[in-house]
């Protein structure tokens, strides 16, 4: 059942950028992303639009969020409440782009990863689920909860 999620997710969610573009990063110590995507610094606002919309980051299919607006929150992975006091930018940034790197068993999607993705629509193939920049934005938002 979990996977389904994860691989809907992917299926529908995928909108950005293909192989080619796909941004180079570097992981440190194995666990972190130090450095920005994209060179920019995230808007939070946005990444909090980006995270509640169902076919976009739809980390409320997983997890609990401080968003009373939105009904239906997921209790598969941990509550987001408070996840900036408890994990780094660095290593906040690398869950996002591809939490199989930390457990390589989590139903959590990789989000900015383009390749291995499991039940991803040919129209979808070869793209990640969020652009650089969306993860960029949604890490701001992660780094408002403290
Ligand atoms: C299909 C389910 C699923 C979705 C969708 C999902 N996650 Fe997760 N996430 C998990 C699970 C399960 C974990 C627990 C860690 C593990 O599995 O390794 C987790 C862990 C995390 C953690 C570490 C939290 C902690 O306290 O250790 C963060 C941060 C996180 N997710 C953020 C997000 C964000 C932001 C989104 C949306 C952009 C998202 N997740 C979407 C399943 C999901």
Redesign the pocket.
């Known amino acids: 059942m ?1 996977f389904s ?2 691989g809907i ?1 992917a299926a529908t969610a995928a909108s950005a950028e293909t192989k080619a573009s796909l941004v180079k990063f570097e992981i440190t110590k194995g666990e972190s992303i130090a450095h920005s995507l994209t060179g920019q610094q995230g808007d939070p606002v946005k990444g909090r639009a ?2 509640i919309h169902r076919k976009k ?3 409320l ?3 609990a969020m401080p968003a009373p607006e939105q009904q239906f929150h ?1 209790n ?3 509550d ?1 409440t408070g ?1 900036a006091s ?2 780094s930018s660095g290593e ?1 940034r690398l ?2 782009v591809d ?1 199989t790197i ?2 390589e ?5 990789a ?1 900015y990863r383009n390749v291995g993705l499991h039940r991803v629509l040919k129209k979808f193939k070869g793209k990640t689920v ?1 652009s650089a920049q969306e993860v960029e934005d ?1 890490l701001a938002y ?1 780094l408002t909860l403290k």
Do not use: E
Request: net charge positive; with cysteine.
């Open positions: 979990a999620v994860a997710i980006v995270a980051g739809n980390c299919a997983c997890h997921g598969i992975g941990p987001l996840v408890r994990y906040l869950r996002l939490a930390i457990n068993d989590t139903i959590m999607p989000f969020l949604v992660l």
